[in-house]
């Protein structure tokens, strides 16, 4: 089996947006518009012959090193397939693990069985995510919520979300400062934005928001992309988190699209609070992996910039 180092200028986008549609573990972060937009049109592809099974490589080189790290806001990247070959796999790590000294790849959940037997080339994590399908009323949904959700639900009664612009979204992440609660700098999220107003037939987005005293208080992205909902950014300011807004906009999304097949990709926290208001919706826990590696024998501080 051939496997191919592409670079990002010579990569045939349609060719590779359609693998990634066509792959059993599709996701919405390996499109093009969203890796080019977090990666500054900076990455690279491992593809086989006929691109049933590809990778986006998101590295870089910081001190000449080369190095692999998961771009902000892309939970699960590494690789995607129509049809899972354990041989091709294992090629894509040792071709990675024999190029760069240091390597943070999360890959999909549907990977986590292949990863986990995969201890001689770089170390695996758990990492957790959490889904809610939508198949079913909204009702027998609601029935599953825990008590402490319906209870913060109640006290949004008096709230209305809407649909706003994504722009709007974007000015009121950054006035609110709410980049630095997720550990990024303002320009992440703008570049986010930008590769969601990039999309060309890839993928759908919803921005909903709360709005108290005609502010808005909490809003949220979801890119839909085949039959998910992924969340891939939110936030309240003070009066947000008062009012419950997170809760108002996550039972929104859920109410408007009961019975379909649609599921809600919450993206999940090892932060055992933020777990818990996810399975507080009622979704299920995802284990998916983080193979990562560091063969840089010296120089801690060096380390810490990489």
Known sequence: MKIEFVHRKDLDTNKWNKAIFEALNARVYATSPILDAMCNNNWHALVNEDFSIVMPITDKQKFLIPVINQPYFLQQLGIFYTSNNIRTNELFLQYIYEKYKKVNIYFTSELDSFLTHKKNIGDVLQRTNYLLPLNDTYEN????????????????????????????????????????????????????????????HNFTYKVYAVYIDNHICSAAIYLKYKNRFTYISGGSNAKGIENKGMFAIKNHLIKNNAETHMLVDFEGSNIPSIAAFFEGFGATKEIYMHWHFNKIPFNKLLNRFL
Do not use: M, W
Request: proline letters at 2%; glycine letters at 2%.
């Open 141 to 200: 949904i609601y029935a599953k919520f825990t008590s402490n959700c319906k209870r913060n639900l109640k006290k949004t009664s008096h709230i209305e979300v809407k649909e706003i612009p994504i722009e709007s979204y974007e000015e009121f992440y950054i006035q609110n400062d709410l980049y630095i609660n997720a550990n990024i700098k303002s320009t992440d999220i703008s570049k986010l934005i930008s590769g969601i107003l990039n999309n060309q």
